[in-house]
C-alpha cells in the first residue's frame, strides 16, 4: 500500500470519526468531557465492560434469555411483572407484545418453562381467580444471574466514573 493510500483512509476514517462524535450523547454522561478525551475514554471504558458480555458457566439462563430480542422482550416483561408482583400469563405477554404472534411467544415461554428458566408460580401481590391462567415467574436462579449482572454494570461504571470524575 502506498504512503498516499494510507493518507487517504486516515482522512476518511478522522471524517468518519467526526461524524460518530458529533451524534454522541456526551452531554448526559454524569461527568463533563470533551468528544475528543471521551473517545480515548471510551475505549477503556469499554475494555472495562467487555467480561460483563461473557457469560460465565454457571449464566446460562440469563444467556438464553438475552440471545435474542425476542426472547429478551419476553423475559423483561415476566421479571418486571415478578418484581413488582403482577401477574402475567402467555396472552398478557402476547398482548404486550404486539409486534409478534401468540405462537411465538407461546413457544419461547414453553422452551424458558422446559429449561427451569420460567417457573409457573402465582405472582406475590394478587390472587389468581381464573383457574386456567398459569402464571410466569423468573426462576430463582434467573432473577440472581440478572440482578448480579446488573451489579456488575453499575459497580463497573461506578469505578470508571470515580477515575474521571
Do not use: H
Not at 450523547?25 to 467487555?50: A, G, H, Q, V
Not at 402464571?135 to 449482572?149: C, D, H, K, T
Not at 459497580?155 to 470524575?165: A, E, L, P, S, V
Amino acid at each position: 500500500m502506498s504512503a498516499e493510500t494510507i493518507s487517504v483512509i486516515d482522512s476518511k476514517d478522522i471524517k468518519r470519526a467526526k461524524r460518530i462524535n458529533s451524534k454522541l450523547n456526551i452531554k448526559k454522561l454524569p461527568f463533563n468531557i470533551t468528544p475528543e478525551n471521551f473517545c480515548l475514554r471510551y475505549s477503556e471504558m469499554f475494555r472495562d465492560m467487555k467480561p460483563l458480555f461473557r457469560y460465565k458457566k454457571e449464566d446460562q439462563a440469563l444467556k438464553w434469555c438475552l440471545s435474542t430480542e425476542k426472547k429478551m422482550k419476553v423475559f423483561l416483561l415476566i421479571f418486571d411483572a415478578n418484581e413488582f408482583g403482577d401477574e402475567i400469563y402467555k396472552e398478557s405477554v402476547s398482548n404486550l407484545l404486539p409486534e409478534f404472534s401468540y405462537k411465538t411467544i407461546a413457544k419461547i415461554i414453553d422452551d424458558g418453562i422446559s429449561k427451569g428458566f420460567f417457573i409457573k408460580l402465582a405472582p406475590r401481590n394478587k390472587e389468581t381467580t381464573d383457574s386456567k391462567i398459569r402464571n410466569i415467574r423468573p426462576s430463582e436462579e434467573l432473577v440472581v444471574q440478572f440482578v448480579n449482572w446488573n451489579i456488575e454494570l453499575i459497580t463497573t461504571f461506578t469505578d470508571f466514573m470515580k477515575k474521571y470524575t
